[in-house]
């Protein structure tokens, strides 16, 4: 098996990893902070969960999957320029895409706020409330999409 096809796969196993990620944070923990943001225990949430991610080391095995994910997908862009190139693009563009959506939308500062224990203001409180899911979301299904449509391009080598 050819390096580059094996490198498609791995982009289409590790692109589809993500998406299942987002989209259980979204049927999950996602859904439950925002449950405990929405009904006003922030601090309750905070008490456990900051310690937790910071015990667990969790910021950075969350960026390493994330980035495990992105130069796979460089280096299977990169590996053959011959096969289609539409689903390695979208591959290599989702999480500048996710990063950018977060910064643009203000997304970043109240979400980061919140799990890491710090004081969320209310004007915070409403836009994580107003962006969590929905973000999210968007993320899971563009990343399922980016999925599916490189691995129908490997059927079609």
């Not at 950018?100 to 890491?116: C, D, K, Q, W, Y």
Request: glycine letters at 6%.
């Amino acid at each position: 098996m050819p390096g580059s096809l094996i490198l498609r796969l791995l982009a289409v196993l590790t692109t589809t990893m993500v998406a299942g990620f987002l989209t259980m944070y979204c049927l999950t923990i996602g859904g439950y902070f925002s449950h405990m943001v929405r009904t006003a225990q922030i601090e309750d949430l905070q008490r456990t969960y900051a310690p937790f991610r910071r015990r667990t080391h969790l910021k950075t095995i969350y960026a390493a999957a994330m980035l495990v994910q992105f130069f796979i997908a460089v280096a299977a862009l990169t590996s053959g320029w011959h096969a289609p190139l539409t689903g390695r693009v979208l591959a290599v563009c989702a999480l500048p895409l996710l990063l950018a959506v977060h910064r643009i939308t203000g997304f970043t500062n109240p979400e980061e706020t919140l799990v890491s224990g710090q004081a969320l203001s209310d004007a915070e409180a409403a836009r994580y409330l107003r962006l969590n899911l929905p973000l999210h979301a968007f993320y899971a299904c563009f990343y399922t999409l980016t999925a599916a449509w490189t691995l129908v391009e490997l059927t079609h080598i």
